[in-house]
């Protein structure tokens, strides 16, 4: 099994949902971690919320990338440019690809348009997320 860990700055929203995607559903094939550069301390319920609507139950926490400077991941994908940009280099150990996505958290508008802006994100890791790892 090949494992990948999905880094953000906040690790609220888009690399736990990201986590969980996977874990969820390609879980014969991956093992997912998500992790921040500057971890938030707390996932967004709006990220959890959205996950259970499609029916991904999802209860990790916000962790720091410095928790896996000696796991071996096979991939470790930024999901933002900052996360990109501030990557650590001890992570070089197997590949590094970005696949940027905007960030839900922050949606400005309603309930409903947040939400929505949540939905969009959820959608577009559940779709390219799985893409990019049948290519390794």
Same mark, same amino acid.
């Given at each position: 099994m090949k494992t990948v860990l999905f880094l953000c700055t906040g690790n609220s929203c888009r690399s736990q949902m990201a986590e969980a995607i996977v874990n969820a559903r390609l879980n014969t094939f991956w093992k997912a971690y998500s992790a921040g550069t500057y971890p938030a301390g707390f996932v967004h319920p709006m990220a959890v919320e959205v996950l259970n609507e499609i029916g991904i139950k999802h209860e990790g926490e916000s962790k720091s990338v410095e928790g896996f400077r000696? @796991? *071996? @991941?096979? +991939? &470790?994908?930024?999901?933002? %440019?900052? $996360?990109?940009? !501030?990557? *650590?280099?001890?992570?070089? =150990?197997?590949?590094?690809?970005?696949?940027? @996505?905007? %960030? *839900? $958290?922050? $949606?400005?508008?309603?309930? $409903? !348009?947040?939400? %929505?802006? @949540?939905? +969009? &994100?959820? %959608? !577009?890791?559940?779709? =390219?997320? *799985? !893409? +990019?790892?049948? =290519?390794?």
């Amino acid at each position: 099994m090949k494992t990948v860990l999905f880094l953000c700055t906040g690790n609220s929203c888009r690399s736990q949902m990201a986590e969980a995607i996977v874990n969820a559903r390609l879980n014969t094939f991956w093992k997912a971690y998500s992790a921040g550069t500057y971890p938030a301390g707390f996932v967004h319920p709006m990220a959890v919320e959205v996950l259970n609507e499609i029916g991904i139950k999802h209860e990790g926490e916000s962790k720091s990338v410095e928790g896996f400077r000696t @796991f *071996p @991941f096979d +991939l &470790v994908v930024t999901v933002c %440019d900052s $996360a990109a940009e !501030e990557c *650590p280099l001890w992570l070089g =150990q197997g590949r590094r690809v970005h696949l940027g @996505f905007r %960030d *839900p $958290a922050k $949606a400005t508008g309603s309930d $409903a !348009e947040i939400r %929505d802006a @949540f939905r +969009l &994100v959820r %959608d !577009e890791i559940a779709h =390219q997320i *799985p !893409e +990019l790892l049948s =290519q390794y």
